[in-house]
C-alpha cells in the first residue's frame, strides 16, 4: 500500500495544514497507533508497507486529527499520575496541571491518620484514583452529575485496582450525601468563564464536555457553591483543595469565610500560575 516512512511525510503535511504544531510527532504515533505497535517500531521500519487494512485505520485516524479530535479521543487513553486511564468524549482529559491538585492532596493525607475523601465531579477519576492508589489506607466517594462519565470512573478504577475503596455517586455537587463527613474534600470544578470559551483551542472547545470546562457564567460560580457548601461535608481539621483557572486566585480567596476558614494557600503550577486553593476549616 504504502511505506512508514513515505507515510509520515505526507501525513505530517496534513496534519500541519490543519494546525497541528507537533505534526509529525502526531504522526509517528497516529501511525504506531493504527499499526498496534510501539513508537520504536516506526523508527526501526521505514520501509514496512501497510496492509490495506492498516492504510484505512490510519488515514481515518489523521482524518480524525485533522478535524481537532483530540490524540486521546482516538486512542482512548491518557497518561496521569504515571497512570493510564482511559477517557472518552465524557470526560475530561486529565491535563498536567491537576497533578499538582494530587500532589497536594497527597502531602495533606501522608501527614493525617484520617483519610476519608469526597471527589467533587469526578469526571475520568483520575483524581481520586491516582490518589487512592498512592494512599493505601484512603476511601473516597465520587460524585458526578454524569452518569455517562461515573461509567469511565468505575473502568478506571477497577484498572487500577481500587474499586473496593472508591463509591461513585450521580449527583449534583454535594446534593445527594446525606450527613456524611470527610476528611478531605477535591475538586477541579469547571472554571473557564464562558466569555473565555471562544478562545480555546478546538481541541478543548469542541470535543471536551462542556459542563466540565465551564459554568456558563464568569467560571468562579460553582467554585463557590462548592467552597460555601463544603464545611457541611468536612469533619473538625478538615480541607479543601481545589483547582482554580488562570486570574482566579483572589476571587477566589476573598470567598472564604476567616471564620471557618483558617490557613488558605494558593499552590502555583510550573508554569507558575496559581494553580491550586487549598483550605483548612477550623477543628478542635
Ligand atoms: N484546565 C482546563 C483547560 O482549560 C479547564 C478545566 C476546568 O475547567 N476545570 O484546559
Redesign the pocket.
Known amino acids: 500500500m504504502a511505506r512508514i516512512d513515505e507515510l509520515i511525510t505526507e501525513a505530517s503535511e496534513i496534519l500541519r495544514l490543519n494546525g497541528i504544531s507537533e505534526a509529525r510527532r502526531e504522526a509517528k504515533s497516529l501511525l504506531a497507533l493504527a499499526l498496534n505497535r510501539g513508537a520504536s517500531y516506526i523508527f526501526a521500519h521505514p520501509e514496512y508497507d501497510l496492509s490495506e487494512e492498516e492504510f484505512v485505520k490510519f488515514k481515518i485516524f489523521i482524518e480524525r486529527r485533522s478535524n481537532r479530535e483530540p490524540f486521546q479521543h482516538i486512542s482512548g487513553k491518557q497518561e496521569f499520575w504515571g497512570l493510564d486511564f482511559r477517557v472518552s468524549p465524557e470526560v ?1 482529559i486529565p ?1 498536567p ?2 497533578e499538582n491538585l494530587v500532589e497536594a492532596a497527597i502531602d495533606v493525607l501522608r501527614e493525617s491518620i484520617e483519610s476519608e475523601i469526597c471527589e467533587v465531579g469526578i469526571g475520568s477519576g483520575c483524581i481520586s484514583i491516582s490518589i487512592l492508589n498512592d494512599i493505601k489506607t484512603a476511601r473516597a466517594i465520587g460524585l458526578d452529575i454524569s452518569e455517562d462519565a461515573l461509567l469511565i470512573a468505575k473502568e478506571n478504577a477497577k484498572r487500577h485496582n481500587v474499586s473496593q475503596r472508591l463509591t461513585l455517586k450521580i449527583s449534583d455537587l454535594f446534593d445527594e450525601l446525606s450527613g456524611e463527613k470527610f476528611y478531605m474534600i477535591v475538586a ?5 468563564p464562558a466569555s473565555n470559551m471562544e478562545s ?2 478546538p481541541e ?1 472547545r469542541n470535543f ?1 464536555p462542556v459542563i ?3 459554568d456558563g457564567k464568569n ?1 468562579l460560580s460553582i467554585i463557590e457553591k462548592i467552597i460555601k457548601r463544603s464545611p457541611a461535608y468536612l469533619m473538625e481539621g478538615g480541607f479543601l483543595l481545589l ?1 482554580i ?1 488562570f486570574n482566579q486566585s483572589d476571587h477566589v480567596g476573598k470567598m472564604f469565610d476567616g471564620e471557618i476558614w483558617r490557613e488558605i494557600e494558593i499552590i502555583p503550577d510550573l508554569q507558575g500560575i496559581p494553580r491550586i486553593v487549598k483550605a483548612q476549616i477550623h477543628g478542635t
Not at 188 to 192: G, H, Q
Open positions: 475530561l491535563r496541571e491537576t477541579n470544578p469547571p472554571y473557564v480555546l483551542q478543548v471536551d466540565a470546562l465551564t467560571g483547582e483557572g
